[in-house]
């Protein structure tokens, strides 16, 4: 498998675990679930909580001539909107919270990756001084998989 189509594999399954969890009614989580970070938080209008999947560093260590093995991190931001702050927090803290459950449940991704582990959780306040309603919490993960090396 090529370390593009792996990457995809990766980025879909977490899109997909974050779209399909669902609050004790059977409502989604989240009402946006989008790749990057570079959006405005005012293009969010009020598609409050958004799941926003964040890739950054690939660790990449030679196991043997053959096999390749990847550590990829990646941020799952939640924003969450909420005038008051002390329920802005809460609702922030059981969002990490209920990601972090849905994951633990299955640390292979459905076989997607050799193993899922936890890095952090962290809560912003107050993501920008014009929206003081406007929380982040951030899950950060690094995800450990192997590709086969290409020998010339």
């Given at each position: 498998?090529?370390?593009?189509?792996?990457?995809?594999?990766?980025?879909?399954?977490?899109?997909?675990?974050?779209?399909?969890?669902?609050d004790g009614e059977g409502?989604?989580?989240?009402?946006?679930?989008?790749?990057?970070?570079?959006?405005?938080?005012?293009?969010?209008?009020?598609?409050?909580?958004?799941?926003?999947?964040?890739?950054?560093?690939?660790?990449?260590?030679?196991?043997?001539?053959?096999?390749?093995?990847?550590?990829?991190?990646?941020?799952?931001?939640?924003?969450?909107?909420?005038?008051?702050?002390?329920?802005?927090?809460?609702?922030?803290?059981?969002?990490?919270?209920?990601?972090?459950?849905?994951?633990?449940?299955?640390?292979?991704?459905?076989?997607?990756?050799?193993?899922?582990?936890?890095?952090?959780?962290?809560?912003?306040?107050?993501?920008?001084?014009r929206l003081l309603e406007?929380?982040?919490?951030?899950?950060?993960?690094?995800?450990?998989?192997?590709?086969?090396?290409?020998?010339?």
């Amino acid at each position: 498998m090529s370390l593009k189509v792996k990457y995809r594999e990766i980025m879909n399954t977490l899109k997909s675990k974050m779209e399909n969890l669902k609050d004790g009614e059977g409502n989604p989580l989240f009402k946006l679930v989008m790749f990057g970070e570079k959006a405005e938080i005012t293009d969010f209008e009020d598609n409050y909580p958004v799941c926003l999947i964040t890739p950054s560093l690939d660790v990449i260590r030679d196991r043997s001539t053959t096999q390749l093995q990847h550590e990829l991190t990646v941020d799952l931001v939640i924003l969450t909107r909420n005038r008051d702050y002390s329920q802005g927090v809460i609702d922030t803290l059981d969002l990490i919270g209920e990601v972090y459950d849905s994951l633990s449940a299955d640390r292979s991704l459905g076989n997607v990756v050799s193993t899922l582990f936890f890095v952090s959780n962290e809560i912003v306040y107050s993501v920008t001084p014009r929206l003081l309603e406007v929380f982040a919490g951030i899950v950060r993960l690094r995800l450990l998989f192997y590709l086969t090396s290409i020998v010339p």
